[in-house]
């Protein structure tokens, strides 16, 4: 088996390696999304950012709140993800990394599906690296209620 290089979604170690990792997953993410996202696109373009046994914990009161583990909860969350937002637009993003901690700070401009109702809103992400991938992610949205809200036909 190659040794990975500094530069894959396998190796980082540093800060700047993590920051890498995600500016690299979130571009991945962005190919899988105009690919035509769940049931278009091949997750293998996400999975090798996360690790097997990855944990997405999201809010309960969202539409697609609760628990998602390893690739397959992944690719359930895309799938919920794509039925509630129309679109889920990213406009910048910060990093701070501290090797395998991460915090990213995004501000986000969505549409609802079930609405039509348009909403900005930031989300502040902590994301813990293991071996090199994502192996935890925890998202925290100002004001949940608002996105429930929206996102309620």
Do not use: N
């Not at 530069?7 to 962005?30: F, G, I, K, N, W």
């Amino acid at each position: 088996m190659p040794t990975p290089s500094r530069t894959s979604p396998t190796s980082p170690t540093s800060p700047t390696d993590t920051t890498t990792l995600l500016s690299r997953m979130y571009a991945a993410e962005s190919a899988y999304l105009a690919a035509g996202g769940p049931g278009a696109a091949s997750f293998d373009l996400l999975a090798p950012f996360f690790a097997p046994d990855v944990v997405l914990h999201q809010a309960d009161g969202l539409p697609y709140g609760g628990t998602w583990r390893g690739h397959a909860g992944m690719e359930r969350f895309f799938l919920k993800m794509s039925e509630v937002w129309e679109s889920f637009d990213i406009e910048g993003q910060e990093f701070l990394a501290t090797g395998a901690t991460a915090v990213v700070h995004t501000q986000v401009h969505a549409r609802a599906r079930a609405t039509g109702a348009r909403l900005s809103f930031p989300v502040l992400q902590t994301i813990t690296v293991r071996d090199g991938r994502i192996a935890e992610v925890r998202p925290f949205y100002w004001d949940t209620g608002a996105i429930a809200r929206a996102c309620r036909a």
